[in-house]
């Protein structure tokens, strides 16, 4: 894959945006990446933006990614995977989203 340089024009009333928990949902032709920012101490999420990326975009996410991962890990340690507490579920049904 050939490296270029694009301009990316990033407007001023862009906010940033924080998740602690995402959903992904895919068809045929796109992933969809729901963010979502759980209330600590609570059963409650917020949804803060949802994403739709095609299956080669999704693929190169992966990628990028886990060198990202990779390089954060040589520059600052490794990152140590989290404890699942004994009554915590991996898998969350969001209400009130289709």
Not at 16 to 39: C, G, M, W
Not at 53 to 64: D, F, G, Q, T, Y
Not at 82 to 92: L, T
Request: zero cysteines; hydrophobic letters at 40%; charged letters at 25%.
């Amino acid at each position: 894959m050939a490296n270029r340089e694009i301009s990316v024009n990033i407007p001023g009333d862009l906010d940033p945006v924080y998740s602690n928990r995402i959903q992904i949902a895919y068809k045929e032709d796109e992933f969809t990446f729901l963010f979502l920012h759980e209330i600590p101490g609570t059963n409650q999420a917020r949804a803060k933006a949802i994403v739709s990326i095609s299956p080669r975009h999704a693929k190169n996410l992966v990628e990028v990614l886990a060198k990202s991962v990779a390089d954060y890990e040589q520059k600052f340690g490794k990152i140590a995977a989290p404890e699942a507490a004994p009554h915590q579920e991996s898998n969350v049904t969001i209400r009130g989203y289709s």
